[in-house]
């Protein structure tokens, strides 16, 4: 079972900031938050990942709060080529707890 | 070279055929994966591969057999499927361990089972 809650969908206009919440209240300690996206008709895509610190890279930054029971991801400056679907994982690094369990994820719709 | 490929893109059979999807990848990962992905719903992990052998099978029906015959392909095998077998079918692969660890796709193979 996927260990995280995300709203169902979301809407942001063209050129704003979007920012997808993502509740993990059961998050162990030694486990990540990573977030995979999948535009239509494609495989997913790693976007960003992280265990406690705030994380930025190119694509998006990644935001944990201190008790690490809930996440955000921004996209800083949305696009019509972010409409998506977004999955907020929870994983390990080894074993069974390693394995990416894909929620329902959050579909993104980015209106011009 | 970031990319996995897979082939073919669409494929339809009928139940009493003998199958076999691909998937290729140049990134020296260790870790090959195959995902199911009904319509509208998340993809959902079949089989890992770890260093070429079979480390992980969901409990997956033996109509799907998996194979991987080095470290860059990843075969999945279809015989006797059933109508409720046609999804996408995803690859991805990794790295087996350690800390910077992101799965790359395929963009999947869709199949239709008549």
């Known amino acids: 079972d996927a260990k995280t809650t995300q709203p169902t969908s979301m809407d942001c206009a063209e050129g704003r900031a979007a920012n997808l919440p993502c509740n993990h209240s059961?998050?162990?300690?030694?486990?990540?938050v990573y977030w995979y996206r999948q535009i239509h008709s494609q495989g997913p895509q790693y976007i960003i990942h992280?265990?406690?610190n705030n994380e930025t890279n190119e694509m998006a930054s990644l935001i944990i709060t201190e008790d690490r029971k809930s996440s955000t991801l921004i996209l800083p400056h949305a696009t019509l080529r972010d409409t998506a679907v977004y999955y907020c994982i929870v994983r390990g690094l080894t074993g069974a707890n390693s394995k990416l369990t894909f929620g329902k994820g959050i579909t993104l719709s980015v209106r011009p | 070279d970031t990319e996995v490929t897979q082939t073919p893109k669409h494929l339809v059979m009928g139940m009493t055929n003998k199958k076999s999807l691909k998937c290729e990848q140049h990134?020296?990962?260790?870790?090959m994966y195959w995902y199911k992905q009904k319509a509208k719903k998340p993809p959902e992990l079949m089989f890992v591969y770890s260093y070429e052998k079979l480390s992980i099978n969901e409990s997956v029906p033996s109509r799907f057999s998996p194979e991987c015959p080095n470290s860059s392909l990843l075969n999945l095998h279809l015989h006797a499927l059933q109508p409720e077998d046609s999804a996408l079918y995803l690859c991805?692969?990794?790295?087996?361990?350690?800390?910077?660890?992101?799965?790359?796709f395929g963009p999947g193979t869709r199949l239709t089972v008549t």
């Open positions: 991805a692969s990794s790295q087996p361990r350690g800390r910077f660890y992101e799965q790359y």
């Open positions: 992280g265990l406690k």
């Open positions: 990134m020296g990962h260790r870790a």
């Open positions: 059961t998050i162990s300690g030694n486990e990540y």
